[in-house]
């Protein structure tokens, strides 16, 4: 299934029942979940160190660099998953409640093609 046939609420079950299954809730607190988090996140790094913004992007042309890059991001969206279900936050409105307070912070006419206030 895709994207466009799976909701946030269906990969919360997925990791839930993965984690209930194997009694893993007692290892799942939150310090646990948000240092796993950052962990994998420095694992999908690693696949992009020393590569310039080209050679990043190139990385599709690699099905097997494609795969690992894949599984890397599926470990921290499973990990932020659990992190969601483990402080019962609801992921949809935390994003949307974050880029309304993105786009107050960073208007698009101010910071558009740009990352930092004009001086």
């Known amino acids: ?63 097997e660099d494609m795969r690992q890059v894949r599984e890397e991001l599926a470990d921290i969206v499973a990990y932020v998953v659990s992190f969601a279900n483990a402080l019962d936050i609801d992921i949809s409105t935390a994003l949307r409640e974050k880029m309304i307070k993105n786009a107050q912070k960073y208007p698009a006419a101010e910071f558009r093609g740009r990352f930092r206030r004009s001086m």
Do not use: C, G, Y
């Open 1 to 63: 299934m895709s994207d466009k046939d799976t909701s946030v609420a269906e990969l919360r079950e997925i990791m839930h029942q993965f984690v209930q299954e194997r009694d893993w809730n007692q290892f799942h607190s939150p310090k646990n979940l948000s240092m796993a988090i950052a962990i994998e996140a420095a694992e999908l790094m690693e696949h992009f160190q020393w590569q310039d913004v080209d050679a990043a992007r190139d990385i599709r042309e690699s099905p």
